[in-house]
């Protein structure tokens, strides 16, 4: 079964900068789009960022265009999510996912444990 596991995550301030990775392992050779998402307090899970498994084409919530990049070095078997201009609205915890074919905001099969992500002042 695949397994992700989730880094990075931590406590800034509004401004500063976080780059949260994701270390995939088990049967991966079916792996095609990873994503990003989050879950706030209170709120349901909601779709970040995606990446298409070659990496070309990369996918943003209106929220966090421009200030979010989704990136993955499949040689390392590994997604990152490079995080500037955090605001308080940030604060949440984020969680890689992993699908078997091309999707964009849903179909995701896989997920990791979440790693959390405070900005505050």
């Known amino acids: 079964q695949v397994q992700l596991v989730e880094s990075g995550g931590g406590s800034v301030q509004p401004g500063e900068s976080l780059r949260l990775s994701c270390v995939v392992s088990?049967?991966?050779?079916?792996?095609?789009?990873m994503a990003w998402y989050c879950q706030a307090p209170g709120k349901e899970r909601e779709w970040v960022s995606a990446?298409?498994?070659?990496?070309?084409?990369?996918y943003y919530a209106d929220s966090v265009k421009g200030r979010f990049t989704i990136s993955r070095d499949n040689a390392r078997n590994t997604l990152y999510l490079q995080m500037n201009s955090l605001n308080p609205e940030d604060t949440a915890v984020y969680y890689c996912?992993?699908?078997?074919?091309?999707?964009?905001?849903?179909?995701?099969?896989?997920w990791g444990q979440g790693t959390q992500v405070t900005v505050s002042s």
């Open positions: 088990g049967p991966i050779s079916n792996i095609n789009s």
């Open positions: 990446i298409t498994a070659g990496g070309s084409s990369t």
């Open positions: 996912a992993t699908a078997s074919f091309r999707v964009r905001t849903v179909g995701y099969e896989y």
